[in-house]
């Protein structure tokens, strides 16, 4: 007998567990990524002359679709510009800054600025860890900078954004990737011309 | 009584009620007379020289309790006794006869017992199971290690728990078995799809963990394992306790915790590998002769670390990590684990009833409710920081029934039916596009099988089951994704809504599912035994690979499920050929396993983000063919020192474009030399040699990539993601003693050394391979006490 009430016992738990979890039929939830960056801006301001502003646009994100690529116009020799960076994710409206976040843990972030060997150019830090967080430290953070190149040319430049990266192992302050470690979250390279 | 001939003969087998087992060396004795008779290696027994009347036969066994029957003897008679059987808990004086067969009696298969599985109960499940020749395993670092059986895992390997079917989110390669092998007393692989009872989709194996048998007398028993060992400083504690009474009653408890920090290569701290554990089971029953009922419930809790240098952003630091050779990120020793981990939780609850009804079998009814609940933490930015990247929670309820019919000596069969209900819900608060989406699956299964012995030395058995499930998802695709997929032609019915940049698809997908099992078990003598199974099994696509869309951040690539996808059929023959010539014993295992459909992984192409180029990994369906052979051989050299080999070998073959599988185990050999002793207090001393080969079969998948090197150079490279790491060998030092240290207690002191030469190595089935070395030196002292 004992067995019996058992099994009608079970029987009975199973039909109350399934009919319960049967019944939501609810459509999901729809998520739109917050932390994707879709777009990578790089405005560049000379003391004299045009705004040159580079842009890499990724609406999918992960998605098949390629990033496109935009570029203002030419740098000119022998002027200094100084640079910003801007990242956004435009998946989301409005659009989400993600500079913000970016400043809030700029001791865990930095961005990395690098010109292929044929072009005659340099880029030096224009920010602090300090700037953002007050906390004192003099690594550099990258979401300023200032760009000069010296001759004409054409070549590719390169920016990157380490997510964690080592920021006191030898050369990284001053902008060199190679001891950096760390993870990339950006790595986007635009063919630039210098006049 | 009139005058007769006293000739009749009394032939039967001796079987373990609980199991069905034979039982080997059983005394029957007819009380008053001078007549007795012990069963054979098969069970069986003949009492001769009764006349005609009423008997009454006493049967004794080394693990049961003493029984009497009477019976009625009028001419030759046939009959089988059933005793109680008594699994040794205590003290384990009597090892245990072979397992009841999990797959047919001709499969392929391997037992291990609680001796060996105590001996990893600081491990995992996976590393119990290497033991096993022909199993290997499929590795994220050291702590997530999944089986392999014959060169085939995760989806294609069932692992039955207490009788419960895993539903953890196994397809997944970084997902190991979320359960606690301390809860086993012994642990069955069985090399094939012949386990019919367990599912049709086993194309790889099965493998079956039982629990603590509770014998019907009144006793109360347990044991506890302290563990400990230098890399990773890690702590194990495993307790259990066992109170039964001689009416059937019983009470089980057992519980584990364990914990370790970063493990150390050779060279370096694996930073971010540490390890929390805890894990509960607890249960209760009534195990009468004709009746009884099984409650139990598992609790598996853990949080694992993910090595800090495999998590990477991009290709680049893939192609950054392979060629420097050493991790980017080395970190101190610590007991912390951080992002990246997996926190994961599973729940088993169980009932299960049986009752027997004399002249036909056993009726058994068992429902089981799992939840697994899986969190994966990735190195976020922002507000998001400390949020699960993946969040899942799986819920499976199972109802099962099986009839067993062993009324007559030579046949044995099984009819079963099956129904679960699944559903998975991913949490959307996690702000990452869904890896799996929200389904739910029903599915109902329906087999038989067979056993019959057609002569004293053979057994035949056949088994045929079928599955039906239907899978009801919904999921969101990025519009971007639908085309290029080109999925509109084929499943723009599918589509609910189109929102934005997304649409909400409700794909519901039907399989049937047919799979089937036969063979021969044969004995030549008592010293040589053939078996042969042939069976072909039928597995249904798994949610990740129809639906996976997304990036993998420990491999830096893009992964690609398909819905176009169908079943895998696969057709294995098998054959197991054992002897023993004097001191010499040896086992081979040769398998030819036929895969049509079968579902790989492989990569197409380039896609380019914000975070430069990553590979595309698509999920396709190809013909394949496996074959090898697994080796065992043991000599006794003398009564103490024996020495043991064993030698796995797969080939894997995508036939259609005729180029090797991907991540076949490479070839390896283990060899043991061991001293015993009884009498100096069971003392056992091991060196063993692990030596796996270089695995020189691999498919080419390496492939170029254009990227910015640190001196901003823009550079065309291959990426060299194939090729398998050079060959190693491993030395492993064993040692144990046991101590009486109570009259109901046995201490047993176990000392081992892992890696013993500190070889710095990485071996071709480890996901960490790309990033570091594989673990270094290990001590590790065990203190077990039976009570």
Known sequence: ???????ILSLIALIGLNSCSSDDDSTPEIINEEEVITTVEVVLTPTTGDVVTLKSIDLDGDGPNAPVLSISGPLQAGILYNGAITLKNETVSPAELINEEIEEESDEHQFFYQFSSNLD?????????NDYLSNGSTNPVGLTFSLQANAAASGSFTVTLIHEPNKDASGVAEGTLTNAGGERDVEQTFSITVE | MHSQKCDNTLTGTVRDFHDGNILVNATLSVNGYDIYAISDFDGKYTLDGLCAGFYTITITHPECEVAEFGIDVNGNLSKDFKLEHHTEELSAVTVKGENVNKGSSSSAETVLQSATIEKYSNASLGDALREVTGVSSLNTGSTVVKPVIQGLHSSRVLIINN???????????????????????????????????YGGDAVGGVIVTDISKAPSKDTLFGKTILSGASNGRSLGLTTSLLKAYKSGLYFLGQGTTKFAGDLESPDYVLSNTGLNERDFSLGFGLNKFTYGFDVYYSFYDSEVGILRASHIGSVSDLVRAINSGTPNSITDFTYGI???KQDVQHHLAKISLFKRFENAGKLSLDYSFQQNNRKEFDIRRGDDKDKASLDLQLTTHTLATNFLYDAATDLKANLGLEGSYQENFPDPNTGIRRLIPDYEMYSFGAYTTVDINLTDNLRLDAGIRYDYSQIDAQKYYQSSRWEE??????FGDLVVDRIDNQLLVNPVFDYRNFSATVGAHYDLNSDFDLKFNLSTASRAPNPAELFSDGLHHSAAIIELGDLRLDKEQSYKASVEFNGQLGDFSFSLNPFYNQIDDFIILEPNGLQFTNRGAFPVYEYAQVNARLYGIDVEAGYRISQEFDIKSSFAYVNGEDLDRERPLIDMPAPNLNTTLSFFKTEWNNLNISLRNQSVFEQTRFPDNDFDITYVNDGGQEVTESVAVSEPPAAYSLLYFASSIDLNIYKQSKLTLGFYI??????????YLNRQRYFVDDLGRNFRIQLKINY
């Open chain 1, 1 to 7: 007998m004992k067995t019996i009430k058992i099994s």
């Open chain 1, 121 to 129: 150019a340099s880029v030096t830090y224009t920010d602090t860890e």
């Open chain 2, 163 to 197: 009788g419960t079917r895993m539903e953890d989110q196994e397809w997944g390669v970084e997902h190991a078995p979320n359960l606690d092998l301390n809860t086993a007393s012994s642990i069955t692989v069985v090399k094939g799809a012949s386990a019919l009872r």
């Open chain 2, 338 to 340: 951080d992002a990246p």
């Open chain 2, 485 to 490: 997929r080109d999925y509109e032609s084929d």
């Open chain 2, 754 to 763: 892992d890696n013993v030469l500190n070889t710095s190595y990485r071996d």
